[in-house]
């Protein structure tokens, strides 16, 4: 009987061959705490009696939710945090580089093939290089840094195939917002998610990151593509036998498979309030928004940016809208001010923040307030997420929330 990517994956890190439903114990190569968590993994750390973190190298502290402090208390987070880290000899701690899901693959952190544990629900975000990446708890996270292990139970996989060429004004969020729809917010709850057929393969990692981290949306324990070449490249690496055989066997199990044409996608929108409210851009033509957001670790990179400045290019935001643009991270806002694009969108009339998760969670820059209605590239419309809970969130790609921010209205 062949294996799922997953099980190849837990396979090669126990040693054991699993299926569906086994408990495993695996060994962790990497773990990401953030600054909303730091506190509370702290205290359960020393609560356990652990004495030294398992392995220093492999856990990564990262402020981004909380950055630039907004509330009085946030800072408590960040002294705590650093306290912690310096009392445990923490090596890798990013202050204001950017949002944790970005700086994970984009640092370095993450390989393919790897399992990786995370305090925040889109940490199945690393999928998008092949690793085994799972949102945890507090409690199991303080667990993780004095053992570096952690017990799962093993996912049945639901198999993603998308063929064809994605229409031109389609992007991966389209195709991860249609998926969102079909399987249901809890269509895919404690499954794996893998995708594959021609229109993943050529994708760009990024485009891959924004499917990985919304899988959560459905439920999903993880997503998981391929590695391939460009995922060699974005990580730096040499694929060894490993990793390249990280992809479905023929006879491999699925609880289930969807199959789509990439040609019958069309730009689509979650609406208020749930992920999984899907409608065509086209049917909702003509409602009128008060604010456009592009960021967070779903649609704040490069490629993002890059397509929302070629909507905006010699064009202005309505008068009446506030486009909010925030980089998921530092080099990606060092990389659009060199290419020109960080012009293009100051030109336009956007408001541009400093990386981090910003409005994505209603923390920082831009909250709205009773009757407003935003466009925003992130993964979630939940109700209250970006100010009162009267405000209505429509999720889009970044093309089709640039496109919004110039009419004033959806398009
Ligand atoms: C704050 C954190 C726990 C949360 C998560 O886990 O997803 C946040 O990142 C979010 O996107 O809602
Ligand atoms: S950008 Fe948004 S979704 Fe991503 S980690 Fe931050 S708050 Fe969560």
């Not at 060429?165 to 893998?194: C, F, H, Q």
């Not at 040499?238 to 289930?256: F, I, M, P, R, W």
């Not at 003509?286 to 400045?309: K, M």
Request: net charge negative; with cysteine.
């Amino acid at each position: 009987m062949g294996e799922t990517v997953i099980e190849k994956i837990i396979h090669h890190n126990t040693g054991k061959k699993v299926k569906p439903g086994d408990i495993a114990t695996v060994s962790v190569d990497r773990v990401m705490i953030h600054d909303i968590f730091i506190p509370f993994v702290a205290e359960k750390f020393e609560e356990m009696g652990f004495q030294k973190l398992w392995d220093p190298d492999k856990v990564v502290l990262i402020y981004d939710h909380l950055v630039p402090a907004s509330q009085l208390d946030d800072t408590r987070h960040f002294h705590t945090g650093d306290a912690f880290a310096e009392k445990y000899g923490m090596i890798h701690v990013h202050r204001s580089d950017g949002i944790c899901h970005q700086l994970m693959t984009e640092a370095g952190y993450v390989k393919p093939g790897d399992v990786v544990f995370g305090t925040d629900s889109h940490t199945t975000t690393y999928g998008c290089v092949g690793a085994f990446s799972s949102g945890i708890g507090y409690t199991e996270m303080a667990s993780i840094l004095g053992t570096g292990s952690m017990w799962i139970r093993v996912p049945e996989t639901i198999k993603v195939v998308i063929n064809g060429k994605l229409p031109e004004n389609v992007m991966s969020k389209d195709v991860i917002l249609r998926l969102l729809g079909d399987l249901g917010a809890d269509g895919a709850t404690y499954r794996a998610l893998e995708f594959t057929g021609s229109t993943v393969e050529e994708m760009s990692v990024s485009s891959r990151m924004t499917m990985a981290n919304m899988a959560v949306e459905a439920g999903a324990k993880c997503a998981l593509f391929t590695p391939d070449e460009k995922t060699a490249e974005y990580c730096n690496v040499t694929l060894n036998d490993y990793q390249k055989s990280l992809v479905g066997d023929e006879d491999a199990s699925y609880c289930k498979t969807v199959v789509y044409k990439a040609e019958d996608f069309v730009p689509v929108m979650a609406c208020p309030s749930q992920v999984d409210k899907i409608r065509n851009v086209s049917e909702l033509s003509g409602i009128p928004i008060d604010q456009v957001f592009i960021g967070s670790c779903t649609n704040g990179r490069l490629e993002d940016l890059q397509a929302a400045a070629e909507v905006l290019k010699g064009r202005k935001v309505a008068d009446y809208v506030k486009l909010i643009v925030t980089p998921a991270s530092r080099k990606i806002y060092r990389q659009a001010i060199e290419l020109g694009i960080m012009d293009v969108l100051a030109e336009a009339g956007a408001i541009i923040t400093h990386p981090g998760c910003g409005l994505c969670c209603g923390r920082t820059g831009g909250i709205l307030t009773d009757g407003e209605r935003v466009v925003a590239t992130n993964n979630r419309n939940f109700l209250g997420r970006m100010g009162t809970s009267k405000v209505e969130i429509y999720l889009a790609s970044p093309k089709t929330a640039a496109a919004c921010a110039v009419a004033g209205k959806i398009v």
